[in-house]
């Protein structure tokens, strides 16, 4: 008996076995099923799904046979992987010098006739073999031999496809614990800011109660925006932490609303320099949307305008519009612009291009990943147009 030769591979060929996390795992119908066929096809008692770890051979699946695992000295399959683009045929082990005095020959499952089809993976490897035995010297017609390839290529699908499913849960998992993490720091960071916004709430109404009479017409006017802005605020911090606990919240929370009436709400929120001026048409036009989503796109979008402008004299213009199935907005700056190369990127979280803003400072990388992520659970698109230094175009759709 002459044993099998070590693959030269076999360290990232091991790897690749364990990467599928499917040794010693219970007993499965699809793999059941393919062995099952392959014994009918080729009129073999026996049919195995064989997997080669270090110095085993294990069975995945094993029609015909009792045992579940054997030591890898003794594996036909471990010299069929030897070669992975062919298939090993034995017709009568005791005319075979590697097998003729093999213990699994001589004595139980009497392993006389073999075939195995190696299962290679997307990567190359051979993770071990489709194989039918017979306790008969024999040999398969060709057909019979094409049917058993094309059933190991569905034992390979079958393994990558539970390999995907393993990686999806696992990645569903850690989402689950992160947004677990984030619902809870949203928790106490929507503390921390409503507390001092109480503050300026109730310090605003004091000041107005107590020097209403003492102050002209133009103090009275700046307690109140100061006052409206606290209330409006706080209100947006209560929709935000119901949202960052389900997006569904953006869908079922939908209301009818004026968009000039919104964006004249939402500009009361954005810090516009002097040298700025926002454009937008004197149309009506009634939208039903997440007013809370709506303010957070305008907000990003506004503030963007504003910081990445280098214009002694900034200019935005909003268009909107609508037809049987969207409303459409546009929101044009004349400021740095954007270079094609990195539509794509702006979009993705934590990414910046590295660019100071008007006032110094660095992007968070936050933003527009937000308005994207935002538009995108309203069942819109978001997409970008710009020339360096002369303007810069975001569209945005918001499904009816």
Same mark, same amino acid.
């Not at 921390?192 to 133009?218: A, C, G, H, M, Y």
């Given at each position: 008996?002459l044993?099998?030769?070590?693959p ?16 010693d795992?219970l ?6 099923e393919?062995?099952?066929i ?23 699946s094993?029609?015909?046979l009792?045992v579940?695992?054997t030591?890898?000295e ?11 683009d062919k ?10 010098e590697?097998f003729?005095?093999?213990?699994l020959?001589?004595?139980?499952p009497?392993?006389i ?7 290679i993976?997307?990567?190359g ?12 010297a024999?040999?398969?017609n ?24 393993t ?17 809870k720091?949203?928790v106490?960071?929507?503390h921390?800011?409503?507390n ?8 605003s109404?004091v ?10 017409e ?7 925006i ?8 706080i209100?947006l911090?209560?929709?935000?932490l @119901?949202?960052?606990? *389900?997006?569904?919240? &953006?869908?079922?929370? %939908?209301?009818?609303?004026?968009? #000039?009436?919104?964006?004249?709400e939402?500009?009361?929120l ?6 700025f ?14 007013i809370?989503a ?28 609508a ?8 929101v044009t700056?004349?400021?740095i ?9 702006i979009?993705?979280?934590?990414t910046?291009?590295?660019?100071k803003?008007?006032? @110094?400072?660095?992007? *968070?990388?936050?933003? &527009?990943?937000?308005? %994207?992520?935002?538009?995108e659970? #309203?069942?819109?698109t ?9 303007f ?9």
């Amino acid at each position: 008996m002459l044993k099998p030769p070590i693959p030269e591979n076999e360290s990232g060929r091991l790897a690749a076995l364990n990467s599928y996390q499917i040794l010693d795992t219970l007993p499965e119908q699809g793999f059941d099923e393919i062995t099952l066929i392959a014994s009918e096809i080729c009129q073999t008692p026996i049919s195995l799904v064989s997997l080669i770890d270090n110095d085993r051979q294990w069975f995945k699946s094993n029609k015909g046979l009792e045992v579940t695992e054997t030591p890898k000295e003794l594996a036909f399959c471990a010299h069929a992987i030897i070669e992975p683009d062919k298939v090993m045929i034995v017709k009568d082990a005791f005319s075979d010098e590697r097998f003729a005095d093999n213990p699994l020959v001589t004595g139980n499952p009497k392993v006389i006739f073999y075939t195995g089809v190696p299962l290679i993976n997307p990567d190359g490897y051979a993770l071990g073999t489709l194989c039918v035995i017979d306790h008969k010297a024999r040999e398969l017609n060709n057909t019979q031999i094409i049917a058993l390839k094309a059933l190991a290529n569905q034992v390979v699908a079958q393994l990558e496809l539970k390999k995907k499913v393993t990686e999806l849960n696992a990645t569903k998992r850690e989402l689950e614990q992160s947004n677990e993490y984030l619902e809870k720091f949203a928790v106490m960071a929507a503390h921390d800011i409503r507390n001092p916004l109480t503050n300026i709430l109730l310090t605003s109404q004091v000041l107005r109660d107590r020097f209403k009479d003492k102050l002209d017409e133009k103090g009275n006017k700046f307690l109140d925006i100061i006052n409206g802005s606290a209330h409006k605020l706080i209100s947006l911090l209560e929709k935000m932490l @119901d949202y960052s606990k *389900s997006s569904k919240v &953006l869908m079922q929370n %939908k209301e009818e609303a004026e968009v #000039l009436q919104l964006l004249h709400e939402v500009i009361k929120l954005v810090n516009v320099p002097p040298a700025f001026t926002i454009n937008m048409p004197s149309r009506p036009m009634k939208i039903t949307t997440s007013i809370i989503a709506f303010d957070q796109i305008m907000i990003n979008l506004l503030n963007n305008a504003i910081r990445y402008n280098n214009k002694a004299e900034g200019v935005i213009k909003i268009d909107f519009s609508a037809d049987n199935w969207f409303y459409t907005f546009n929101v044009t700056d004349n400021g740095i612009g954007i270079s094609p190369g990195n539509y794509k990127k702006i979009f993705e979280p934590m990414t910046t291009l590295g660019t100071k803003d008007r006032f @110094d400072k660095d992007g *968070s990388g936050i933003g &527009l990943s937000t308005v %994207k992520g935002l538009v995108e659970a #309203l069942g819109g698109t978001i997409t970008v147009n710009s020339v360096i230094d002369e303007f810069t175009t975001f569209t945005f759709t918001l499904k009816r």
